[in-house]
Structures are given as structure tokens and as C-alpha cells.
């Protein structure tokens, strides 16, 4: 099995060990921010986001692991139309610009799409190909429905598309976590969109606009392949499941040490099993006590119960980030990285974990290949 | 003819070689130089064809002034330096 991590200073590869641990290997881009990876298991390839300081964001795909590459396309927005209204950001009263910013979120279509690829982007815009990265088209219903006029940033100056979730019965039907712009649904592949998501709660709000599903900051949003309508979030203002593919949010208030955070993962064959890597709320984002915890849920939500056999218990300051957690197809195998540098795994479905490294740059996406 | 030439970290990234080109504004000449090496635009450019916010382009020793339209006009003898702005990195 092959770890894949997306740090600031490159990609950086590590690989199982025939005694069950890990060792790092080979570092590749290296000195450019890697904020996204997509191990595309249709057909084995494997795409990378770049993230260049200077000269913008940029797509590398490789067709054998990580050891070659070449650059792909990056989705561009089109040219802004002479005498286009500005979408405003409803906090700053400020123009949404028509530039990519980030790439922020990279999935594959279903697997009766070959070569579709979906990408979420920072300053909110939505784009596919059909083509493995070749050409990217804007999903022009999302960027012009005039919902898009209440989205705002939530960690970034813009708002941006995090989670994109293909339902597995039918390619057609596609979930998005904006943040921040609550959680959206297409049931015709993009065509159209709603804004659905009622039972949210967001507390950054007045009252009277705290349950608006508009106006959520879902941090990131997960499903599996067995139980897709059980929809995982970690929210900016608590843990949410939702039974019903998003349309409903039931607010989990039992957890232990804490309910904010970034990351979720979920066990792909079990949707009552989920992982969550718990902050400080909301400003303040290091453990709770100094302690390291990794939680987890397997009822539901009902319970959660911290993990903390192999993570550091004092004068920890680690954050995972929302792409930073992630399980392997086995349900056992997990691995989160900070924005420290620090990366561990576990080989017991989150009961005990193994620091890989402390070494490493600033860890932004964690993916199992 | 002006000449066009990009900072060095770029050839890590993407071929960028420099080049002689055609033009009377910076845009054009830009634009010259892309046509030989086209995944270089995105590199320089934004989507919408701007300067990005974190290059600098030098025109005969001095920062070009229209950042958005790049209409600066050129001279036959021209230089363009296209370079990092060091913010951003």
C-alpha cells in the first residue's frame, strides 16, 4: 500500500512495510505546495495539484505512481463577459474575482465514467472534464445561480467547493461542501443544482440566520461506497450526520474532547464507524489540554471515544486539516498529517497510532493509493 | 526585435526559454512568446490575462504599468524581463 502526502514543500510518497509499519520514500515537486492529490483507482493514475506562489496553480498527472509526470491542464475561468454584474461577497461587499485562486477539492466521476474528473476551486467555481485533466469546462449553472451571491470565505478571502461527493448508484447525483455555502446537490451530473441541508447550525451567525443552509461552513464532508445517504460533515460549529444523502442534519453533541475541527474520514464498508481529529473551537484550532486525540465513532455518532495510545499527550500543538485524515479501503488502516509536519498511521482502525515522521512540511492532503 | 526573457526558476517548472518576438505592446509581445510555448501563459497570465498578482515584468529597466491590459508600448530594442515579484512565494 502507498501513502501519499500533499505538503507545502512537495509530494511526498511512503510505503508499507512488510511488518506492518511504514517508510518514507520518494519526495517529488519538490518546494511547491501540494495542497491536492487524486490516486485515480479507475485506471491507476495519479494526479497532483501545484500550488506556485508565484506563477499560479498548475495539474501534473502520472502514470506510474509518482516516478514520471506530466503537466495537464488547470481549469481557467473564461473570460469574464464585458458589462457581467460582480457577485459581491455578502460580508466585505467586496467583487468576487473570476480567477482561479486554489484548487481545493479534486475527485474522479463514477466508475461508469471514465475520465471524468471533478475539481472544486477557490473563488467557489465548480469545473469537470471528460478528458483526464486535458480540457476542464466551468459548470456554469453552479457559478451563475444566484444563490452564489450569499456564499462567502470561510478560512480563505473567497469561498471555495472542499467536498465533492459522486453518489455510487448513479453517477448523475453529486454532493458539494462549500465553504462557505452550505451543501449543494446535483441529480442530473451538473445540469442543475439546490442548496439543501436543513438542521445545520451555524453559530457564526445572528440567530436568525443560523439555521439558513446557505450560510453553513460545512469544513468538509464524506460518504462511503456501501451506505451512500450517510453523509459525515464536521462542520465549523460541530459534528453533523445526515441519513438521508444531505438532505437532513442531525447535530452530534456527545463528543469527547470536542466537536471542531477540519477532518472526517469514514469506514468504507461501515457509515456507523467514523474518525474525527478534534480542536479547540473555534479560533484557536490546537488540541484540547495540549493532548492529541483522533475520535471515534461506531454507532452512529451516539458515542465517540478519543484515541490517544501513540499521539503525544502534552504540549502538542498539532492541526489536521480537512484533507488530512484519511482511511484505506481496508477500515483499518489510517494515516492523518499537520499542519506541523507530523504524520501518523494506525493499523487498528484508529485505536493506537505510529508517528511516521516530525519532520515534514506543513501536511495539507493525506491519500492512500 | 524585443526580446523576451523569463526568470530562471521557471525552467524548472516549464520550458521558458528566451526568445526574440514581434510587437508593439507588451501583450503582443507576451503573447509572441507563448505561441512558441504555450503552457508558459498560464505560468505569467491569469485567467482572465492579467498579470499575475505575484510577477513582475521589467520593460527596458522599468515595471510595466498596466498590469491588467499589459499595453505598454514596446520598442524594436526592447528588453522584457519577466520575473517574481518575491511576494507570494
Known sequence: MKLYLGTRKGLIEAE??????????RASFLGVHVPMLLPDARDGTLYAVLEHGHFGTKLQ??????????ERASPAYPPKPEGATEVLCPMRQVPVPWNLEKIWSLETGGADQPGVLWCGTIP??????????????????????????????GGYDWPGIHSILVDPRDSQRVLL???????????????????????????YMPPELAGDPDVQDPHRI??????????WMQHHSGIFRSGDA??????????????????????????????????????????????????????GGRSFTPAREGLPQEHAYHLAYRHGLAVAEDGRTLAFGTTTGSVWTSADGGESWQRLSAELPPVYCVRFG | MPTVEFTAN??????????????????????????????????????????????VVFLDGQTLRDRKKLSDPVSPNSEIFVMQALSGG
Open chain 2, 10 to 55: 521557471l525552467a524548472r517548472q516549464t520550458a521558458s526559454a528566451a526568445c526574440e518576438v514581434s510587437g508593439d505592446t507588451v501583450r503582443e509581445a507576451l503573447l509572441a512568446a507563448f505561441e512558441r510555448q504555450p503552457q508558459l501563459q498560464g505560468y505569467i497570465l491569469d485567467d482572465q490575462g492579467a498579470l499575475r498578482t505575484h510577477v
Open chain 1, 16 to 25: 508499507s512495510t512488510p511488518d506492518g509499519g511504514w517508510r518514507l520514500g
Open chain 1, 61 to 70: 498527472a502520472s502514470r506510474d505512481g509518482g516516478a514520471t509526470w506530466e
Open chain 1, 124 to 153: 467557489g467555481g465548480l469545473f469537470r472534464s471528460e478528458d483526464h485533466g486535458a480540457t476542464w469546462s466551468l459548470v456554469e449553472s453552479l457559478w451563475q445561480h444566484p444563490k452564489r451571491a450569499k456564499w462567502f470565505g
Open chain 1, 246 to 299: 444531505g438532505k437532513n442534519w442531525e447535530r452530534l453533541r456527545t463528543a469527547d474532547p470536542g466537536d471542531f475541527g477540519f477532518a472526517v474520514a469514514v469506514h468504507p464498508a461501515d457509515a456507523a464507524t467514523a474518525w474525527f481529529v478534534p480542536g479547540i473551537k473555534d479560533e484557536l484550532r490546537v488540541p484540547v489540554d495540549g493532548a492529541l486525540s483522533v475520535m471515534r465513532t461506531r454507532d
Open chain 1, 177 to 203: 461542501g462549500i465553504s462557505c455555502g452550505g451543501v449543494w446537490e446535483t441529480a442530473d451530473g451538473g445540469a442543475s443544482w439546490e442548496c439543501i441541508g436543513a438542521g445545520q447550525q451555524a453559530d
Open chain 1, 222 to 231: 464524506v460518504r462511503n461506497g456501501a451506505q451512500p445517504d450517510v453523509v
